[in-house]
Nanobody, 115 residues
């Protein structure tokens, strides 16, 4: 069974940066997209950023210009560089890989931004 292992979360002050990483435990074929979602307390999970197998990326309006998603398909890893963090970015961040019509999810990593 494929597992997605996330790392890089933590606590920072507003304006700081963090880089999240997510690696798959084994090869996944026919990846259609890789992405990051987040869920704040009392809110629904929302898409933060995604990158397709062709390299096209999508961002939530709230993070455009501040976050950058990238991937290394050979390493089965997806990254999220987060700059200029704001308190409203505080959430649990989840990695997602969509392949063969299956959604794979990481366990989540906490990001806390203090003002």
């Amino acid at each position: 069974q494929v597992q997605l292992v996330e790392s890089g979360g933590g606590s920072v002050q507003a304006g700081g940066s963090l880089r999240l990483s997510c690696a798959a435990s084994r090869s996944i074929f026919s990846i259609r997209s890789m992405g990051w979602y987040r869920q704040a307390p009392g809110k629904q999970r929302e898409l933060v950023a995604s990158i397709s197998s062709s390299g096209g990326s999508t961002y939530a309006d709230s993070v455009k210009g501040r976050f950058t998603i990238s991937s290394d398909n050979a390493k089965k890893t997806v990254y999220l560089q987060m700059n200029a963090l704001k308190p409203e970015d505080t959430a649990v961040y989840f990695c997602n890989i969509f392949a063969n019509y299956v959604d794979y999810w990481g366990q989540g990593t906490q990001v806390t931004v203090s003002s």
